[in-house]
């Protein structure tokens, strides 16, 4: 599951920076392709990027910018994603908590 685990993380690594390149590639119909097969396989995973962020959410590691403001705090950087596990009768389970960078932001 480990080698699994860490192809996810590459997947998800080429995504965001085709992502921050404006897909110069076209890549987005094979990243599209690779999340279908990875679904198949019962992985899936998930961007917190821009969510809001409470010392109480289970499904990340944080680090934290500054002071920690419950009312305001967002993600603003996702080092590696969710990973979910996904069994026959379709429930999820996390496998992989996301690290993620979290900051105070006013809306």
Avoid: W
């Avoid at 085709?18 to 019962?42: C, I, Q, T």
């Avoid at 680090?63 to 603003?76: K, P």
């Amino acid at each position: 599951m480990s080698a699994l685990i860490n192809l996810v993380n590459q997947i998800f690594e080429i995504e965001q920076k085709n992502a921050s390149k404006g897909d110069p590639a076209d890549l987005g119909r094979n990243m599209e392709r690779l999340r279908h097969h990875l679904d198949e396989l019962g992985l899936q995973y998930h961007s917190p990027l821009h969510e809001k962020y409470t010392d109480t959410r289970t499904d990340c590691v944080a680090s934290i910018v500054g002071d920690l403001v419950d009312a305001s705090m967002y993600i603003t950087k996702v080092i590696k994603p969710v990973v979910f596990q996904k069994d026959a009768g379709g429930n999820r389970t996390i496998i992989q908590k996301a690290v993620v960078i979290v900051e105070h932001r006013t809306v």
